[in-house]
């Protein structure tokens, strides 16, 4: 293949996995909605299209064409750079998420299909692929002080100051949570994290109990879900750092929001349950319905669990789960030497 044949390759791929995420995203916002209807007994989204199925749709349609608001005395350049940051470091990191087996031999408009992204089960795979999703994830929260900062309001500013001492507060943690898999595993891939858990026995949520537990407890504060939604919790910040924002500035947040809740889920997906792995049914559908599964669980954790205090937010990530997550290290490395 020529070297503008790769080329070009690749961005086909990138824009063919580009279109799955976002409509998965859109249609998560239904499924939310749905679910917390079910909690709070109604029904829902319901008036547009059947069963309320193109209620994404006309969301979407609706904040193009809102008015757009611009706020006297922010700083315009990085006021719009934001939401923009924000929602790369959301989307990008699934380049390296697997979710599926390869596929040997055939063709799809005369290129392998192994050279695809569904022929692949992965549209990069690079041996640092935790690295890699931890080092580009972080950067989302520059996103959101720079939208705090930039928007010269008071309630933008204190939380963007409140997601940059928990989202730091909790990276650490949510870090070294991982650890324990991959001492288990032996590699930074996340190919090699999921094929190292084939058999469900070896799944590292029976193997890492405790750190499966930090994961999910880590990763709902590094994203801001509730119960931990303190950078932008209406009763005390209206907003928080989407205050100032309108129009599709504003559906760009929640954009990034739904894709770090999605990436969530693939990651603990891969790290702890196994992946693609499964009997009878093919890979990508295992690894979907897990995926399903753990975006169900989060919902349900939204609809059922209040918000925490802010002091006892800090207090957790710093005195029970990093020392957890410390604790765990220590226990697995230990098991690992005394058996080999």
Avoid at 26 to 40: C, D, N, P, S, W
Avoid at 112 to 136: C, E, H, K, R, S
Avoid at 290 to 316: C, E, H, I, N, S
């Amino acid at each position: 293949m020529t070297d503008w044949g790769a080329v070009l390759l690749v961005a086909i791929k990138g824009f063919l996995a580009l279109g799955a995420i976002m409509t998965i995203i859109a249609y998560m916002t239904l499924m939310e909605r749905k679910v917390l209807a079910f909690i709070q007994v109604r029904k829902g989204p319901n008036r547009v299209g059947p069963w309320g199925l193109l209620q994404p749709l006309a969301d979407g349609i609706k904040l193009l064409f809102k008015e757009e608001i611009s706020v006297s005395g922010a700083d315009r350049i990085l006021y719009l750079m934001a939401p923009v940051i924000v929602t790369v470091c959301a989307l990008l990191p699934f380049a390296v998420v697997p979710f599926g087996k390869g596929i040997v031999g055939g063709k799809f408009l005369g290129v392998p299909l192994d050279q695809w992204a569904l022929g692949q089960g992965v549209l990069a795979d690079i041996n640092t692929g935790v690295l890699f999703i931890f080092a580009i994830s972080s950067l989302g929260v520059y996103g959101v002080v720079l939208a705090g900062w930039a928007s010269n309001s008071k309630y933008p500013l204190l939380g963007a100051n409140r997601a940059a001492a928990q989202m730091i507060s909790y990276e650490l943690a949510l870090g070294l949570s991982v650890v324990g898999v991959l001492l288990l595993s032996g590699t930074l891939s996340l190919v090699g994290i999921v094929e190292d858990q084939d058999r469900i026995w070896k799944w590292n949520c029976f193997r890492q109990p405790l750190g499966f537990l930090l994961f999910l407890i880590a990763g709902s504060a590094e994203i801001c879900r509730t119960p931990f939604d303190f950078i932008e919790c209406e009763n005390e910040l209206v907003a928080g750092y989407q205050t100032e924002y309108s129009s599709m500035k504003f559906g760009l947040f929640y954009l990034a929001e739904y894709g770090h809740l999605l990436l969530l889920s693939t990651l603990v997906t891969t790290f702890f349950l196994g992946g693609w792995q499964g009997p009878v049914l093919p890979p990508i559908v295992w690894f979907s319905g897990k995926v399903f599964a753990m975006l169900f669980f989060f919902m349900w954790v939204r609809g059922t669990y209040p918000r925490l205090r802010y002091d006892l937010l800090m207090q957790l990530g710093w005195k029970v789960i990093l020392p957890a997550a410390l604790f765990n290290i220590m226990i697995t490395a230990l098991v690992l030497t005394l058996i080999y």
